[in-house]
């Protein structure tokens, strides 16, 4: 009879998260083909997209064949990197300054990659650790503000950036690896309550600064603005309000089959801005229509279903909490990447999973499913690197 460690390891691969991130791989492929392929420079954006794939393909095996367990403990380490990664931009030379945002890393003029996009996962693995080492009850006082100090060196870089999209994702992740490590409900209200408190005095201070000094300090009017259209969305419908205006129209000339691969008129005739990144959904919905968005969604269900069952079948909390961490990091991206463009969130600048352009961001999401593998794999006690 032969025993598991013996059975080939591809035998031990979740096929089914496999093919359905293919799937999507694909299908954003072709969108961003299609996005870029009438704009000044497209064919390279599109060869860049699939160098951003073949490089996260590689980051993909070596976190699949990479033991996940060996990051648990290494809490100290992996915070430290964390505050390195997200401060890399601040440092003189090295950064680059884009939408407003200093939070790419350049070297002679050249960006590089988003530092936040892997800090992600560095967040992910430290709040894993620290998580896991509660054994499934987080209810003293002092072990939720020790994970709260733990999540608010990476926040609190971010959002001096300023990067306020990024930094609710981070926050999004954290809530969903306390829901599944145990955190007690009534500290979910606490923190929940303490949070709009924080924000409604951080929007209070950042009016009197900005009056005190002549210039914005801490929330770019920017930022006021998109969140003033998500309040009245045809308040300045030329400028702050030009995005969601053309990305509605887009999705709603669609219909129900959509105009055809390459036959979107808001992209071709420029009135959808930034089709490829954070407007891809729009692009995907004018060209296939309401059934195209079903499909879609139909893949990202099945990206849920897969993960969820990972996150369950694992032998110990801290790969749950990692699997736990990806689903809620890319559930908020999907829900406020598409909510942004139908009216139902502010828009914040995050890309679709999968779909956008971005390489960083592409290595990252891929890199995230080599952990689901690893976590998969290891349940059957299959060692790794």
């Given at each position: ?26 299908a954003g492929s072709v969108m961003v083909q299609s996005a870029t392929s009438g704009m000044t420079g497209g ?139 145990g955190l007690k409900p009534r500290w979910f209200a606490i923190l929940g309550i303490s949070a709009a408190l ?82 891809i959904f729009a692009v995907t919905a004018e060209e296939f229509g309401f059934f195209g968005v079903i499909v ?90």
């Amino acid at each position: 009879m032969t025993r598991v460690n013996e059975r080939p390891r591809l035998w031990f691969v979740n096929w089914p998260l496999v093919v359905v991130s293919i799937l999507l791989l694909a299908a954003g492929s072709v969108m961003v083909q299609s996005a870029t392929s009438g704009m000044t420079g497209g064919s390279a954006l599109f060869q860049r997209q699939l160098l951003g794939i073949g490089l996260g393909g590689v980051f993909m095996i070596g976190a699949w064949a990479f033991d996940y367990r060996k990051f648990q403990g290494w809490t100290g380490p992996l915070l430290i990197l964390d505050a390195l990664l997200i401060l890399s931009p601040k440092i003189p030379g090295l950064g680059s300054t884009v939408n407003g945002a200093t939070s790419w890393l350049a070297i002679g003029g050249i960006r590089l990659f988003q530092p936040s996009e892997p800090a992600k996962i560095v967040t992910i693995l430290v709040l894993a650790s620290v998580i896991a080492s509660h054994k499934g009850s987080i209810d003293k006082p002092s072990d939720v503000f020790k994970l709260v100090g733990i999540l608010a060196v990476p926040l609190g870089l971010i959002l001096v950036q300023p990067d306020l999209g990024t930094g609710m994702v981070f926050v999004a992740i954290a809530a969903g690896m306390l829901l599944i490590g145990g955190l007690k409900p009534r500290w979910f209200a606490i923190l929940g309550i303490s949070a709009a408190l924080l924000v409604g005095a951080l929007f209070g201070l950042n009016s009197v600064l900005d009056k005190a000094l002549g210039k914005d300090v801490l929330i770019k009017q920017y930022q006021i603005d998109r969140l003033m259209v998500f309040v009245d969305e045809t308040r300045d419908p030329l400028g702050a309000g030009y995005n969601l205006k053309q990305a509605k129209i887009a999705i709603g000339s669609g219909e129900f089959s959509g105009k055809g691969l390459g036959s979107s008129t808001q992209t071709n005739l420029r009135f959808l801005p930034n089709p490829h990144t954070d407007f891809i959904f729009a692009v995907t919905a004018e060209e296939f229509g309401f059934f195209g968005v079903i499909v879609l969604l139909g893949l990202y269900l099945a990206l849920l279903v897969a993960s969820l069952s990972i996150s369950a079948s694992s032998r110990d909390l801290f790969g749950s909490l990692i699997a736990a961490g990806l689903i809620a990091m890319w559930i908020f991206q999907v829900l406020e990447n598409i909510g942004m463009q139908i009216g139902l969130m502010p828009i914040t600048g995050i890309p679709l999973p999968f779909m956008s352009f971005g390489s960083s961001f592409m290595v990252t999401n891929m890199f995230g499913i080599g952990l689901l593998l690893s976590v998969w794999t290891r349940r059957q006690g299959i060692p790794g690197i």
